[in-house]
């Protein structure tokens, strides 16, 4: 059974950087593409960004020279790095293993307050 468990999230103020991890059950994580996401109150859920097995990324141009997706599969584990955030990164970041189609972590917060 594939569990996906988000952390890293929390209270910010505008400027400062988070990293989110995602630690994937198992040892399978390395074979498949996998990807974040968030969902703001209120709003769908939005692609953030995806990588491959071997390491190809694709950031989403709402958040692209600020966010960056990687993965260690020796630690089972995907992350997000976010800089520079703002009021409107506040949402529930999502990872998922299997993208575009795949299993879903259960969400860590994020809230971006002066």
């Known amino acids: 059974q594939v569990q996906l468990v988000e952390s890293g999230g929390g209270l910010v103020e505008p400027g400062d950087s988070l990293r989110l991890s995602c630690l994937a059950s198992?040892?399978?994580?390395?074979?498949?593409?996998m990807a974040w996401y968030r969902q703001a109150p209120g709003k769908e859920r939005e692609f953030l960004a995806s990588i491959t097995s071997v390491g190809a990324t694709n950031v989403s141009n709402s958040v692209k020279g600020r966010f960056t997706i990687s993965r260690d599969n020796d630690k089972s584990t995907l992350y997000l790095t976010m800089n520079n955030l703002q009021l409107e990164d506040t949402a529930v970041y999502y990872c998922?293993?299997?993208?575009?189609?795949?299993?879903w972590g259960g969400g860590t917060r994020v809230t971006v307050s002066t």
């Open positions: 998922m293993l299997g993208y575009p189609n795949g299993y």
């Open positions: 198992g040892s399978f994580m390395r074979a498949y593409a």
